[in-house]
């Protein structure tokens, strides 16, 4: 299976610091991917190199090769406008604008000029959309009658979901978590574990997380991150049983970080 | 040295502090009381919506009034787009260092130069060298150059209480620079940027100096007829019936501060009232 994301020798500086030294993995589609480390070991910047985000940081330079679909996407001239509808992504804290719940899931078909995948000759229209969307994230049944209630008010498991419809909203292949259930109770974590699971199916996932178990009950394959450098990389069954590099066991088993 | 117990200290320090706060109020009451006092009795419709009459000695200060509220209109259209638009390029698009930190400082000296000075600078640029004349134009120009400054510096402030999670939100939704700030930034912070402006309208419509010169007519017995003509103006006005005609008396001075204290009081708070409920909402 050809991989949906190719990274090769990927490096990163912020100024002086070399945050990332030459990373590359091969990302499959339609898994969960997960990425783990102590903190400051460049989870964050790495994820934050898939959709070129680190462009809005001044004083990152980013050097090697990524390809999404056989597509390179660090070149200059690349289009980010495409690559982010493609590559979405969903931040530690949930961050809903303070607009209603509606709204808020329409904002990226708005910006996009509602285009979605035609059927049969004719494009979905806003209100379509955001039912879809948000019956993706199982919040139409207890939202529907209050779209245009404030997406503060929610709790902060439904702002989330909130926050992963407003993503689906315009038909990404990738979904880039920051780790997304960071802000969350263990109970909310669990159901958004849950949707993530329902989500691989159609969605290629690469999720950045602090929570060992979380990587160990959700993901497909495993990254360990240490430094900057990527140490191991694999079938998450194998990383957390017979892991190869001895920094992987101390880490996974907890002897640091 | 003699040790005081700390409890006197205390208690000193106290009396001290809260004195000095109780000074703070004193001129702002006294203000208010002494406008009020002898201005309130000349207050009435009749006196917003006449004309004065009798060399200023008698009537009302209508084209005085709207002379004002003329200036503030036209201090609004030239200093607003202006403002916000530079304080949106400075903030979201200048990268930080030569251009962006001259025209910084160059904001800071804007704010530092004393109000007699744009009216002479009006003068020299408007009035005369692009030949506008006394007029509104040059007036509310004038105005409008002193007002960037604050209009700036509120609206950058209002651009940066939005929280930097709605820029990268919208971005990673695949939207340009431009669609995130109009529509993930700007909402949020248009309150601030109103409160920042309705306050700059409000100090330029009490300023006499800048319109000394550019556009305020000592009387007029018509209104202005376009943005070429001069006008009266209400802290000039003031200034006219209190220290250049003879005679006039004391409650219709007074009554003309009234209204020019109650003009700007108002649009203060409106802009106090914005800020208000702007706060409840914000819940993030």
């Known amino acids: 299976m050809n991989p949906k994301i190719s990274v090769k020798n990927l490096h990163l500086h912020y100024g002086d610091f070399h945050a990332l030294k030459g990373v590359s993995i091969e990302i499959r589609p339609c898994r969960v991917t997960a990425i783990i480390g102590p903190s400051g070991c460049g989870k964050s910047t790495f994820l934050r190199c898939l959709n070129r985000m680190n462009d809005t940081i001044e004083g990152v330079k980013t050097e090697g090769l990524i390809t999404i679909d056989g597509e390179e996407i660090l070149h200059t001239g690349a289009d980010l406008i495409r690559l982010r509808k493609k590559v979405g992504m969903v931040f530690q804290r949930p961050n809903p604008f303070p607009l209603s719940i509606f709204e808020n899931v329409a904002f990226g078909p708005k910006l996009h000029g509602v285009s979605g995948p035609k059927k049969g000759g004719r494009a979905p229209s806003l209100e379509e959309i955001v039912e879809k969307s948000l019956r993706a994230v199982n919040l139409w049944d207890e939202l529907k009658d209050l779209l245009k209630d404030s997406a503060l008010r929610l709790s902060l498991e439904q702002q989330q979901r909130l926050c992963i419809a407003r993503l689906l909203a315009v038909n990404p292949e990738v979904l880039l978590m920051d780790e997304p259930c960071s802000a969350l109770d263990p109970v909310a974590t669990l159901r958004i574990e849950e949707l993530i699971h329902e989500m691989k199916k159609d969605y290629t996932i690469v999720i950045v997380t602090h929570n060992m178990q979380q990587a160990a009950r959700i993901s497909g394959e495993t990254a360990y991150f240490y430094l900057g450098e990527l140490i191991e990389f694999g079938r998450t069954d194998r990383i957390f049983t017979s892991p190869e590099k001895k920094e992987t066991e101390d880490y996974i088993t907890g002897r640091f970080g | ?284």
């Open chain 2, 1 to 284: 040295m003699i040790r005081i117990n700390p409890r006197i200290t205390e208690k000193l320090a106290f009396a001290f502090l809260f004195f000095s706060t109780l000074l703070i109020l004193v001129p702002v009451f006294l203000i208010l009381v002494l406008i009020f006092k002898d201005g309130l009795p000349a207050l009435s419709w009749e006196f917003l919506a006449s004309y004065p009459r009798l060399g200023m000695r008698a009537g009302g200060i209508f084209p005085a009034l709207l002379g004002t509220v003329y200036l503030a209109a036209g201090t609004l259209v030239f200093s607003l787009p202006i403002g916000i638009l530079g304080a949106i390029y400075l903030s979201e698009y200048a990268k930080d260092h030569g251009f962006k930190r001259v025209v910084e400082v160059a904001i800071i000296n804007l704010a530092g130069v004393p109000s007699v000075v744009y009216g002479l600078f009006g003068l020299g640029l408007f009035v005369i060298f692009l030949k506008f004349g006394a007029s509104l134009l040059a007036g509310s120009l004038t105005l409008g150059i002193m007002s960037l400054p604050v209009i700036i510096t509120s609206t950058r402030e209002a651009l940066g209480t939005v929280p930097k999670s709605f820029r990268e939100v919208s971005l990673a939704l695949g939207a340009t620079k431009w669609q995130t700030i109009r529509r993930a930034v700007l909402p949020n912070a248009l309150p601030g940027i109103l409160t920042g402006t309705i306050l700059a309208l409000s100090r330029a419509a009490g300023e006499t100096a800048p319109i000394l010169f550019t556009v305020a007519a000592f009387y007029l017995p018509k209104l202005p007829q376009s943005i070429f003509d001069q006008a009266m103006a209400l802290p000039y006005h003031l200034y006219v019936i209190s220290t250049q005609v003879p005679n006039v008396k004391l409650s219709i001075q007074y009554g003309t501060a009234l209204v020019l204290i109650l003009l700007v009081l108002a649009m203060n708070i409106v802009a106090i009232v914005i800020r208000a409920r702007f706060r409840k909402r914000k819940l993030w």
